[in-house]
């Protein structure tokens, strides 16, 4: 059974070239395991309209999703019970279900 990894990008706060970097080797690593999504937390920046860190990470998940790398990207904030790939990951991690409940702009979901 695939599981689920938290992955803290906020951890120690790294710049944004650092925090990719953890990305990176986070999601490589992932891949080489027994893991098949991925919680990251990014933050959501204290400028109030979306951090640098949570950006770049983002820009770089969507094309790792339109090249295949991974299976799928949700944003925090479309987590939702209308989205029917949030469904399908939250039956299959438990863990996930409390993120239906909040909008929260500060986390992805990664499907391996």
């Not at 938290?6 to 080797?25: F, M």
């Not at 986070?26 to 309209?49: M, P, T």
């Amino acid at each position: 059974m695939k599981r689920l990894k938290e992955i803290n990008l906020e951890d120690g706060k790294p710049t944004v070239a650092d925090a990719l970097i953890i990305l990176k080797s986070s999601i490589n690593n992932a891949k080489n395991g027994n893991v098949g999504c991925l919680y990251i937390i990014h933050g959501y920046g204290s400028s109030g309209k979306g951090g640098a860190i949570r950006d770049k990470a983002r820009q770089w998940l969507n094309a790792q999703a339109r090249n295949g790398v991974v299976k799928c990207v949700i944003n925090g904030e479309d987590f939702n019970l209308f989205n029917f790939k949030a469904l399908e990951l939250k039956n299959t991690y438990k863990e996930l279900e409390q993120l239906l409940k909040v909008c929260n702009h500060g986390v992805t979901i990664v499907e391996l």
